[in-house]
Nanobody, 123 residues
Framework: QVQLVESGGGLVQAGGSLTLSCANS????????VGWFRQAPGKEREFVAH????????YYADSVMGRFTISRDDAKNMVYLQMNNLKPEDTAVYYC????????????????WGQGTRVTVSS
């Protein structure tokens, strides 16, 4: 069963904006911390952003600080990643994941993952 599904990816020009969504059919986001990760071609999966279940902890990778915003809509049980001023280096497949235990910046700390949505930023 697919529990997490990302959407909203696409092709945008540098400097543009895009908002990704992550639906969770099995768990209420109000009870689970969520992370966004990305994996560029030929590179390892890297941390992008994290929002704790109680909205107290919000963290971003240095590379996206000030440009990306993670948020949650409990009425829709959806998590979003608003991406502004996109750069070519942001090109990657973006994944959302439900946190289980451990450091928020480590992929191994998450136990449920979506299949990813591709974001391509052109020059």
């Amino acid at each position: 069963q697919v529990q997490l599904v990302e959407s909203g990816g696409g092709l945008v020009q540098a400097g543009g904006s895009l908002t990704l969504s992550c639906a969770n059919s099995a768990r209420p986001w109000s009870s689970y911390s969520v992370g966004w990760f990305r994996q560029a071609p030929g590179k390892e999966r890297e941390f992008v952003a994290h929002l704790s279940w109680n909205r107290v902890g919000i963290y971003y990778a240095d590379s996206v600080m000030g440009r990306f915003t993670i948020s949650r809509d409990d009425a829709k049980n959806m998590v979003y990643l608003q991406m502004n001023n996109l750069k070519p280096e942001d090109t990657a497949v973006y994944y959302c994941a439900s946190h289980y235990s451990g450091g928020y910046y480590m992929a191994g700390s998450y136990d449920r993952w979506g299949q990813g949505t591709r974001v391509t930023v052109s020059s």
